[in-house]
């Protein structure tokens, strides 16, 4: 790509934002360095890696962790060099966030093939991190058990420091010498241990002295008994250092004997973090995946690839104030001919198209809206700013024409060409010329080709040219400021008679200069400005569409919603009432075999019984038949309008069919059977009379049913256990209330063993109840003792 071109672009300026998001410093130098391809494949399969990237940055965090660019360590330890601690602790930390990657993303290759092919790439350890780690403690320092030797030595150390602080310390604590002490400490002095002597009682101790304080008044000295034990240390001291560096220079060469791999994984590891940083960039700017194409215009044709770009944002402005633009030129244009006012936009809509082209083609996702597309350019150019250059005494003019016979030269169909006030600096007519002339050369070369101008001129022959298309950014007006929206297939308008008046200039001035433009130009204005209106009028009443399209599928949806909860609340119900029906069945028919066995052993004819056995059977197969869940309709409504009272209708949700006895605006009052509902009208299906809507039987059953009524059931039993009599009592009060007006058969109440004082309680209020028929002691399957069975009357 042509690199004055992307400086032009301020391509520069995108690269150091997304070195922002490197987590070290080889990907930082892989951002900074990053250029567009021209390979449709190379660039299709970097946008891949971003896509990859983003993914899984969404999915979980993800990143290189605390890895270092170890590349010059590495090398230092192949010439034999001794790394240092803190370099040794960079390569492990380095390998060990390169193993955990490597297996992070073996166990998802299918997933993210492209990123586990890089993480292939990632160096094994080879027993690298083992060996720092056996030597080093976590803050760098080597550690006793690095080597038998070393641990030795340190011993030793320990053992004649304390020998020799031992016999300092006399001196600091004996009355002797105390007093002719500065300070009674042991202190250092070029690494031998020392007292603070004060300068007047020099020679009163047998003594080397290594030392005196800037006064003077202190002297550092070494007592003579001590020499040889300072002499010990030191020894040590020095063979420690070097058995040290010896353990240094020992896994410093296992380093240096992997330097083509750890090199080469430093890199496999910055391209990965590469692309996690493009994930963020992305992230931040809200950009999409752009959709390349491949490039196979011919000079001959008009068959460009698509270029589409929705809702494109410069990527360096403010994403809070930037006005999005649509670039969605109709097939086969090989030119875009912008117009419209001085810092109306018409310079940033020309960078945003080369700027997001260039960024699609480095593997960048873009600020587009999704499904946004665009060719796959082998070269792009642009001629954009003032080119002039006293140092080279070139006008602005001069400057323009330079570099674009510089890009004339290079550039060819495969090319997207980018010109901003084309033709201007010079004479105006002479400009136009030029202009017209350079456009007429890209239009026969095939290079797609974007062009800013105010020259009117360009307007009339984008107009009448094959593959040339008009555009303009719109101007308000009644605020003078531009609106930066950017509109394909209508010319731009200077609108300076209309600024002029707006500022003030006379009326009388205006006419004049009206009277000295061609009518046919004004007219030609007015008919834009008519078109303009029209356009945006039209643009107005989309939006409006749309918002109400968008609210009425909001609507469907939490309609949708509901019916599916209320089918969900009916289903619930239904499978209750069907549970109740089965308890109930079963009551039944151990009451039918006790009544048999009680006519059997009173040699009675059991034919009197088998007509009501076969009505428990029919309820039977009617209580055990499942409760499917319905699809609701929401588009129903529009066919059950102009319900009349008395009618005969179904309640799609219940499912069971009833009388309108009362109407609404939205809802209706439906009597089915010995209940009253409301429910909405797009709930209610009207009969007709080639087809009855499935009944549902449970409704209608009267005494045979298992259900009596379908009203707000309390369910079938209620627990009074661990409740005082009188509370248990108002308790059981308001369920035997509620059982009753609910129709329920029979109903269980739970009042535990224990004493029998509220189990006495509880049958005493049940004796002469009014909606009590009976009641009994409960089956040894109910609860026995602890709960009482009362028969209700019917209601």
């Given at each position: ?7 032009v672009?301020?391509?520069?300026k ?67 060099g001794?790394?240092d601690?803190?370099?040794l602790l960079?390569v ?6 390169c193993r ?42 080597i ?12 011993r030793?150390l ?18 002797k ?20 002597l004060?300068a007047e009682?020099?020679g009163k101790i ?5 030392d ?23 020894e040590?001291?020095l ?11 020992e ?12 090199k ?12 996690f ?11 999409s ?10 000079r ?8 589409q770009l929705?809702?494109a944002r410069h ?41 997001l082209v ?8 873009i ?6 597309e ?22 602005t003019f001069?400057?323009?024409?330079t570099?674009?016979?510089r ?30 002339a ?12 974007l ?11 984008a107009?009448?040219t ?15 400021r ?5 509109t ?13 008046q ?51 599928e909001?609507?469907?949806r939490?309609?949708e919603k509901?019916?599916?909860?209320i089918?969900d609340?009916?289903?619930e ?12 069945v ?7 075999d ?6 059997k ?29 319905q ?59 080639g ?6 039987t449970?409704?209608?059953i ?5 259900i009596?009524?379908p ?15 009188e ?24 009042h535990?063993?224990?004493?029998g004082?509220?189990?006495?309680a ?13 009641f ?7 609860g026995?003792e602890g709960v009482?069975?009362a ?5």
């Amino acid at each position: 790509m042509d690199s004055k071109t992307l400086n032009v672009l301020e391509y520069p300026k995108i690269l150091e934002r997304l070195a922002g998001f490197c987590d070290f410093s080889a990907s930082m130098d892989l951002a900074r360095a990053l250029e567009p391809t021209s390979s449709y494949e190379l660039a299709t399969a970097c946008i891949a890696e971003t896509t990859e990237a983003r993914k899984l940055l969404s999915m979980q965090s993800t990143g290189i962790g605390a890895a270092h660019d170890i590349r010059p360590q590495a090398d230092l330890a192949a010439r034999g060099g001794v790394l240092d601690p803190h370099a040794l602790l960079d390569v492990k930390s380095t390998l060990i966030s390169c193993r955990d990657l490597k297996k992070s993303f073996e166990k998802r290759t299918d997933e993210y093939p492209r990123l586990t092919q890089i993480a292939l790439g990632l160096p094994e350890t080879h027993g690298l991190v083992d060996a720092i780690t056996r030597i080093l403690s976590d803050r760098g320092e080597i550690l006793d058990s690095a080597s038998p030797k070393l641990g030795d030595i340190r011993r030793s150390l320990r053992v004649a420091q304390d020998r020799l602080m031992t016999r300092l310390q006399k001196y600091v604590t004996d009355a002797k010498t105390v007093s002719m002490l500065q300070e009674p400490i042991v202190t250092q002095r070029d690494g031998r241990y020392v007292i603070p002597l004060r300068a007047e009682f020099k020679g009163k101790i047998k003594s080397i002295i290594h030392d005196q304080s800037s006064s003077g008044a202190t002297l550092f000295i070494e007592p003579l008994p001590v020499v040889e034990a300072n002499n010990e240390i030191r020894e040590l001291q020095l063979a420690q250092r070097d058995e040290e560096r010896r353990i240094l220079a020992e896994v410093s060469s296992q380093v240096g004997e992997h330097v083509t791999e750890l090199k080469y994984g430093v890199e496999n590891l910055a391209v990965l973090d590469l692309a996690f940083a493009k994930a963020k960039y992305a992230e931040e700017l809200h950009a999409s995946e752009p959709m390349l194409h491949v490039l196979k215009v011919e000079r001959s044709t008009l068959n460009l690839q698509p270029l589409q770009l929705i809702d494109a944002r410069h990527p360096l402005l403010d994403p809070n104030t930037v006005v999005p633009i649509d670039v969605d030129p109709a097939p086969g244009t090989r030119a875009i001919v912008i117009t419209g006012p001085n810092t109306g936009g018409k310079t940033v809509s020309l960078k945003t198209v080369g700027l997001l082209v260039v960024m699609a083609q480095s593997g960048l996702h873009i600020p587009v809206q999704s499904g946004s597309e665009l060719p796959c350019f082998h070269s792009v150019y642009a001629d954009i700013g003032d080119e002039q250059s006293i140092e080279q005494s070139l006008s602005t003019f001069s400057g323009h024409i330079t570099n674009i016979i510089r890009i004339l030269k290079k550039m060819d169909h495969r090319s997207l060409v980018i010109f901003d006030e084309l033709g201007s600096g010079t004479d105006p007519q002479e400009g136009a010329a030029i202009a017209r002339a350079i456009l007429s050369h890209l239009l026969e070369t095939g290079a797609l080709t974007l062009v800013a101008t105010h020259y009117p001129e360009l307007k009339t022959f984008a107009h009448s040219t094959d593959g040339v298309v008009n555009a303009s950014l719109e101007f308000d007006i009644k605020t003078l400021r531009p609106t930066y929206k950017l509109t394909l297939g209508l010319p731009g308008r200077s609108n300076a008679l209309l600024i002029a008046q707006k500022l003030g200039l006379p009326q009388s001035i205006i006419d004049s200069a009206k009277a000295e433009i061609n009518p046919l130009d004004l007219r030609a204005d007015k008919l834009l400005d008519d078109i303009r209106k029209e356009r945006n009028r039209t643009s107005r009443e989309r939006e409006k569409l749309e918002k109400a399209r968008g609210k009425l599928e909001s609507q469907t949806r939490d309609l949708e919603k509901r019916l599916e909860k209320i089918e969900d609340e009916r289903r619930e119900t239904l499978a209750k009432a069907r549970a109740e029906g089965e308890l109930e069945v079963a009551v039944l028919k151990q009451n039918m075999d006790s009544l048999k066995h009680q006519l059997k052993k009173a040699k009675q004819p059991l034919e009197a019984i088998k007509a009501i056995e076969e009505k428990i059977e029919k309820i039977e197969e009617k209580v055990e038949q499942p409760v499917e869940r319905q699809t609701s309709n929401v588009q129903r409504s529009t066919f059950n309008e102009g319900f009349k009272l008395g009618e005969r209708v179904s309640v799609g949700t219940l499912n069971a069919e009833g009388v309108v006895t009362a109407l609404g605006e939205s809802d209706a009052e439906v009597q089915i059977g010995t209940l009253r509902v409301r429910a909405r009208l797009s709930d209610l299906i009207r009969e007709s009379a080639g087809e009855k809507p499935l009944r549902n039987t449970q409704y209608e059953i009267r005494k045979e049913s298992v259900i009596h009524r379908p009203s707000s059931s309390p369910g079938m039993e209620v627990d009074l256990r661990g409740l005082m009599s009188e509370d248990a009592l108002d308790k059981m009060e308001r369920y035997l209330e509620q059982s009753y007006l609910s129709g329920l058969p029979f109903v269980r109440i739970i009042h535990g063993k224990g004493t029998g004082k509220l189990r006495q309680a509880v049958r005493e209020a049940l004796r002469g109840h009014e909606y009590v028929k009976s009641f009994e002691e409960g089956g040894s399957t109910e609860g026995g003792e602890g709960v009482t069975v009362a028969k209700l009357n019917a209601g």
